[in-house]
């Protein structure tokens, strides 16, 4: 059909770049909503990220910022929707 987009009638494709937070401190087997903050060994891990230099979408978690933050991103924006599941009474 011409105009380029990957067999997509014109429409350029995106690129999407998942990643999820590093290791949280660990309290209980789940901990969801919790908002924990990252363990030592996940601040570290998060350090070593190589975020590309893409819009970037967070959860209002803050392991989720901490893990942007640390990785050197400080131009992320918050979506209330990214919050992780409410395991309710079974976190902690």
Known sequence: ?????????????AEIVVVRHAEPE?????WGA????LSA???VMAAGLRLPDYRLY?????????????????DYIVIEELREI???PWEG
């Not at 059909?1 to 494709?13: K, L, N």
């Not at 660990?26 to 789940?30: E, L, Q, S, Y």
């Open 34 to 37: 919790t908002d924990l903050p």
């Open 58 to 74: 967070c959860s209002p978690l803050g392991r989720a910022r901490q893990t942007a933050e640390a990785a050197g991103r400080r």
């Open 86 to 88: 409410d395991y309710g």
């Open 26 to 30: 660990r309290r209980g087997a789940f």
């Open 41 to 43: 060994a996940g601040l």
């Open 1 to 13: 059909t011409g105009g380029g987009g990957g067999g997509t009638g014109g429409v350029p494709m």
